[in-house]
Nanobody
């Protein structure tokens, strides 16, 4: 059984930075894409960033490109999201997920193609 645990959220002023972590356990994640998604109150879960097992295939949502950096340490079964230049509109609960299907590249950014969601970590950016 896959378990994902997010951490690193918090309250930060606009322009600040946070680093989120997603620790995975339960099985090997070789050949599986991992991704970060977020959900603000009253809104649907949306894609933020995704990374392949090798780290060579990466995709970002347009709203975070240039500000956020996704990475993973396979030896530690951990994925990260470095968030810089945070904006109030980045406020949301951030979730990590694993792709339902094995792939060596990021082919989808749809939340429905990911699963094993963690409990989420709250990120609040004040103006």
């Amino acid at each position: 059984q896959v378990q994902l645990v997010e951490s690193g959220g918090g309250l930060v002023q606009a322009g600040g930075s946070l680093r989120l972590s997603c620790a995975a356990s339960g099985r090997t994640f070789s050949s599986y894409v991992m991704g970060w998604f977020r959900q603000a109150p009253g809104k649907e879960r949306e894609f933020v960033a995704a990374i392949s097992w090798s780290g060579l295939s990466i995709r970002y949502a347009g709203s975070v490109k240039g500000r956020f950096t996704i990475s993973r340490d396979n030896a530690k079964n951990t994925m990260y999201l470095q968030m810089n230049s945070l904006k109030p509109e980045d406020t949301a609960v951030y979730y990590c997920g694993v792709s339902k299907y094995a792939s060596v590249v990021v082919t989808t950014t749809r939340p429905s193609d990911f699963g094993s969601w963690g409990q989420g970590t709250q990120v609040t950016v004040s103006s």
